[in-house]
C-alpha cells in the first residue's frame, strides 16, 4: 500500500462501548475543569495599622479616619463643664464620639480601656452613644486638688475598641491611647494622645488589639490552588486528544499501577 492510499483511507469509528467510556471521562474532565476555575479564594486577612501623634486638649477635637476615606467614623473631643449655677463646680472631659452609626466598646457612658490582646469582633460590648474616657471635677475656692475619673485615668497605651462600616459592611478596628489627668489646684489638666490606630480589612473578621500585621498569603499555597495539579493537567490534555490520549493515558495509568 503506498502512502496516498494509507492517507485516504477513511477513519474507522471507535467501538461504541469505547467511545461511551470516552464521552464519560470527557463530561467528567469537563467538570473538573469547571471547577478548578470556579474556585474563589478565601479572603485574606489584612490589618492597616496607621502610626500616629495627636494630642487631644481643651476644646481641640480629633478626627480619627480609621480606613482614610476622607470620612470621620470618630471623633475625640475636650470640653470644659461648669456644674453649678454659682460656677463654683467644675470639670474637664475628655469623651469618644462615634460618626454615623459606628460603634464604641464599652459600658454605659464610659469607655473601656482595654489592654493590648483582646479581640475586638462581633462579641464586644459596643453601643453607639458618646463615651467619656476621663474627667477631672474641680470646686473653685477650695485650696486643695481635684478628683481625677473615669477608666481611662493616668494609662498608657490602652485601647479603644472600635465598630464601624465600609461601604454598609461591619468591620472592627482599635485606636491607641495615652490619657494623663492633672488636679493640682489652679492647675486641672486631662490631656489624651493618640498614638496609632488600625483596623481589619475582611468584614466581621476580629481584630487583636495591638496587633498591626495579618497573617500573610504564601505565594505557592495561592498558586496550588489556583492551578489543576500536573496530574490533574496531564489527564485533561489526553482527554482532550480523543482516542490517541485515551490511549497514552490508558497506558500511563498501567504503568503507574505497576510501578506502585
Known sequence: MNPVERSTRPYSALPEPLQRRLNSYALAAGAAGVGILAVTQPAV???????THKVIGLNNKVALDLNHDGKSDFNFQESFFTTTSVGE???????????????????NHHASALAAGVQV???????????TLAVDYYADGTGGSGTCAGL????KNRYLGLKFSINGKTHFGWARLN???????????????LTGY???????????TGKTK????SPDNQSRLEAPTPAARATLAALAMGSQ?????KREDSLSEKST
Open 45 to 51: 486577612a489584612k490589618i492597616v495599622y496607621t502610626p
Open 89 to 107: 463646680n467644675h470639670s474637664i472631659k475628655l469623651s469618644v464620639l462615634p460618626a454615623h452609626k459606628n460603634e464604641i466598646w464599652g459600658m
Open 121 to 131: 469582633g462581633p462579641k464586644g460590648r459596643f453601643s453607639y452613644a458618646k463615651k
Open 152 to 155: 481611662w485615668n493616668n494609662v
Open 179 to 193: 490619657v494623663t489627668c492633672t488636679t493640682t489646684f489652679g492647675n486641672h489638666v486631662v490631656t489624651g494622645v
Open 198 to 208: 488600625a483596623y481589619e480589612t475582611v468584614p466581621n473578621k476580629p481584630i487583636i
Open 214 to 217: 495579618g497573617p500573610e498569603e
Open 245 to 249: 490520549g485515551l490511549s497514552i493515558w
